[in-house]
């Protein structure tokens, strides 16, 4: 028994003795992650990190959730709205209010993060009222109606829509 004691001991030491040729801080922040290549600008992904899909009654177009972050990549706007579906964030659409100049949005089709312009240039009061986006191959509009909403995805994948779903809209 004594002689376990000793070597727990003296394995204890030994795991905590200066090892030189270890993994220095910055090489354990750049393996994990944390380093300055990681801080270098580049955007933190639009959707969830681990979420299940998204899948809509009709269509087969999959969506996944976004992550909190996910309106910062609309860049300086003056508004956001929101498509919620099932209690998760699927699309972000914002506006530039100051100058009218235009209407954008994200979200991540198909395991694909997409960002749309809007047509035509609008405002928050615009996105508000619903949103078409179109670029990249596919078409995404939200149409609000009395107390629900709907997104319809079109692609290459056809039409989906996610329905019922509500469009809310920061004031």
Excluded: H
């Excluded at 209010?97 to 047509?119: M, T, Y």
């Excluded at 990249?136 to 329905?163: D, M, R």
């Amino acid at each position: 028994m004594k002689a376990l004691v000793a070597l727990s001991a003296l394995a204890l030491v030994a795991g905590c003795s200066d090892n030189r040729n270890g993994e220095s801080a910055e090489e354990f922040a750049e393996r994990t992650g944390a380093g300055a290549a990681a801080q270098g600008g580049e955007a933190a992904p639009l959707g969830e990190v681990n979420a299940q899909p998204v899948v809509a009654p009709t269509g087969s177009s999959v969506l996944t959730p976004l992550a909190p972050t996910a309106p910062k990549a609309l860049g300086a706007i003056a508004g956001a709205c929101s498509f919620v579906y099932q209690g998760r964030s699927l699309l972000v659409a914002g506006a530039d209010d100051a100058a009218g100049a235009g209407v954008r949005g994200v979200l991540v089709i198909d395991g694909k993060e997409v960002s749309l312009p809007g047509a035509p240039a609008g405002t928050a009061q615009v996105v508000a009222n619903g949103v078409t986006l179109a670029a990249n191959g596919y078409s995404v509009a939200v149409k609000p109606g009395s107390g629900s909403a709907v997104l319809t995805i079109n692609g290459p994948q056809g039409e989906t829509t996610f329905a019922p779903g509500s469009w809310n809209c920061a004031r």
